[in-house]
């Protein structure tokens, strides 16, 4: 079980169990109200739990990046908070219906609602005066997530409007909060779980407020200017050098940044095309047109224009324990590799590495260079071109570079592609651990 699946199980899990301590799907006695009370709680509490951690690994943070494996990583469990949320918002909102159907209404007529007289309390009065308002912007928000969702799932809508709605999501989760608090069992607070609980949704606003302000990933970000472009339209490929000032304190090959040069189109990551030399402070990326704003990228970039880099993110570093690297560039996935030769051209490997350079074609000048490159890093290059005919399979791999018990494997590509390479290799005895893909969707 990789470690996405194991945060968000043990997260789940965790929520279950603490709001198991203090309450129970099996009230005593088990009438339909009773349940139905217990049940709308259960489902709230998870849904606004996940909606918090959701927010809360939207903040790019280093811990949570290292414990996951990466901010790409973290992106992935961002989405599964995400649709966790989604997934018991709408049984939440289904709850009375659901709960009939579990244990159904026996009682005939129309059952009086319970008044809260004065408390004494100002917190509690507060609580109790505004039920009804927060069970109307529960609802609300509840819609608007819906939208929301759609927006997020739905390919078709640009990138700029999709980024635009996550400060949007960020308004709809503080009105959930404010459904949440003040409908909340008033006995849950005094619990532990209560505090934990409680906790959670503060850094949850916390989150929230900061994606409001424009403050994720503040201070991962460095100025920069574009200083050299170089086109090749025959592979709809834009190449971009940018000097960064001093705020870029330096990355591993492998890594990627944040690049912003229109601020209405926000920031988009994209793998670092080269090694750090802190005397040039030179990033290089290699952008290929795969979406609307990619494909406008060629006349929009000039020289000497203003950007803003964040970062650096990922752990796709090839720092691994086995003796033997084999690594896959699948298309646009040739950059962090072109990365790791140019560092390695200063200090050629002494162990053996295998580079397998998928594409669909590959112009004779920039074959060229990378087989340049490749040679003076100690690095062997075998192609599979879809111009020459020729197609990568694990069983392709395992002919050219024979055991695979102390190889670890470095994938950049289509993710189908990746997970059908992994799936082969680990039959042909690769570890699990050692296959290592970076997840590039972060929609």
Same mark, same amino acid.
Request: a positive charge; one cysteine or more; charged letters at 20%.
């Given at each position: 079980?990789?470690?996405?699946?194991?945060?968000?199980?043990?997260?789940?899990?965790?929520?279950?169990?603490?709001?198991?301590?203090?309450?129970?799907?099996?009230?005593?006695?088990?009438?339909?109200?009773?349940?139905?009370?217990?049940?709308?709680?259960?489902?709230?509490?998870?849904?606004?739990?996940?909606?918090?951690?959701?927010?809360?690994?939207?903040?790019?943070?280093?811990?949570?990046?290292?414990?996951?494996?990466?901010?790409?990583?973290?992106?992935?469990?961002?989405?599964?908070?995400?649709?966790?949320?989604?997934?018991? &918002?709408?049984?939440?909102?289904?709850?009375?219906?659901?709960?009939?159907?579990?244990?159904?209404?026996?009682?005939?007529?129309?059952?009086?609602?319970?008044?809260?007289?004065?408390?004494?309390?100002?917190?509690?009065?507060?609580?109790?005066?505004?039920?009804?308002?927060?069970?109307?912007?529960?609802?609300?928000?509840?819609?608007?997530? =819906?939208?929301? =969702?759609?927006?997020?799932?739905?390919?078709?809508?640009?990138?700029?409007?999709?980024?635009?709605?996550?400060?949007?999501?960020?308004?709809?989760?503080?009105?959930?909060?404010?459904?949440?608090?003040?409908?909340?069992?008033?006995?849950? $607070?005094?619990?532990?779980?209560?505090?934990?609980?409680?906790?959670?949704?503060?850094?949850?606003?916390?989150?929230?407020?900061?994606?409001?302000?424009?403050?994720?990933?503040?201070?991962?970000?460095?100025?920069?200017?574009?200083?050299?472009?170089?086109?090749?339209?025959?592979?709809?490929?834009?190449?971009?050098?940018?000097?960064?000032?001093?705020?870029?304190?330096?990355?591993?090959?492998?890594?990627?940044?944040?690049?912003?040069?229109?601020?209405?189109?926000?920031?988009?990551?994209?793998?670092?095309?080269?090694? $750090?030399?802190?005397?040039?402070?030179?990033?290089?990326?290699?952008?290929?047109?795969?979406?609307?704003?990619? *494909?406008?990228?060629?006349?929009?970039?000039?020289?000497?224009?203003?950007?803003?880099?964040?970062?650096?993110?990922?752990?796709?570093?090839? +720092?691994?324990?086995?003796?033997?690297? =084999? $690594?896959?560039?699948?298309?646009?996935?040739?950059?962090?590799?072109?990365?790791?030769?140019?560092?390695?051209?200063?200090?050629?490997?002494?162990?053996?590495? *295998?580079?397998?350079?998928?594409?669909?074609?590959?112009?004779?000048?920039?074959?060229?260079?990378?087989?340049?490159?490749?040679?003076?890093?100690?690095?062997?290059?075998?192609?599979?071109?879809? &111009?020459?005919?020729?197609?990568?399979?694990?069983?392709?791999?395992?002919?050219? =570079?024979? *055991?695979?018990?102390?190889?670890?494997? $470095?994938?950049?590509?289509?993710?189908?592609?990746?997970?059908?390479?992994?799936? +082969?290799?680990?039959?042909?005895?690769?570890?699990?651990?050692?296959?290592?893909?970076?997840?590039?969707?972060?929609?």
């Amino acid at each position: 079980m990789n470690k996405i699946a194991i945060a968000f199980g043990l997260s789940l899990a965790a929520t279950i169990l603490l709001w198991m301590s203090v309450d129970t799907l099996s009230p005593v006695p088990l009438t339909h109200m009773a349940y139905k009370h217990a049940f709308v709680q259960f489902t709230g509490v998870i849904a606004i739990v996940t909606m918090s951690l959701c927010m809360i690994t939207s903040l790019r943070l280093s811990l949570i990046n290292r414990l996951v494996g990466g901010l790409d990583k973290t992106y992935r469990l961002h989405k599964w908070f995400g649709v966790a949320s989604f997934i018991f &918002s709408l049984i939440h909102w289904l709850a009375g219906d659901i709960a009939s159907k579990i244990v159904p209404l026996k009682e005939i007529g129309k059952r009086a609602r319970h008044q809260h007289g004065e408390s004494g309390h100002c917190i509690f009065d507060f609580f109790h005066q505004n039920r009804e308002l927060a069970e109307v912007v529960g609802e609300y928000g509840f819609y608007a997530l =819906v939208a929301f =969702v759609f927006i997020a799932l739905a390919r078709f809508i640009p990138y700029h409007i999709f980024r635009k709605a996550h400060h949007v999501i960020a308004i709809i989760f503080l009105s959930l909060v404010f459904h949440s608090v003040l409908l909340t069992k008033g006995q849950y $607070w005094a619990t532990p779980f209560g505090v934990i609980y409680g906790l959670i949704m503060l850094l949850g606003t916390i989150a929230a407020v900061m994606s409001l302000m424009g403050k994720i990933g503040h201070g991962n970000r460095a100025s920069g200017r574009i200083t050299h472009i170089v086109k090749h339209p025959d592979i709809d490929v834009v190449e971009a050098t940018v000097v960064v000032d001093e705020h870029w304190q330096g990355h591993k090959p492998g890594q990627f940044a944040f690049l912003t040069s229109k601020r209405a189109e926000g920031a988009h990551p994209y793998t670092i095309a080269s090694s $750090w030399n802190a005397e040039s402070r030179e990033l290089t990326f290699i952008i290929k047109a795969l979406g609307d704003w990619t *494909s406008q990228l060629k006349d929009w970039f000039k020289i000497d224009m203003a950007v803003t880099v964040e970062g650096p993110y990922g752990q796709f570093t090839f +720092s691994d324990s086995p003796k033997n690297q =084999v $690594w896959i560039g699948a298309g646009i996935g040739i950059t962090p590799f072109i990365a790791k030769l140019k560092e390695l051209e200063q200090t050629p490997s002494q162990a053996p590495i *295998s580079l397998f350079v998928c594409a669909d074609h590959v112009p004779d000048e920039l074959r060229q260079r990378l087989e340049t490159r490749a040679s003076k890093a100690g690095v062997t290059v075998h192609w599979y071109l879809d &111009s020459e005919g020729k197609r990568l399979s694990a069983e392709l791999i395992s002919q050219s =570079v024979g *055991s695979l018990n102390d190889t670890s494997v $470095w994938f950049c590509g289509p993710d189908k592609f990746g997970k059908i390479l992994k799936k +082969s290799l680990i039959e042909k005895g690769l570890s699990r651990l050692h296959f290592h893909q970076e997840m590039f969707k972060f929609r």
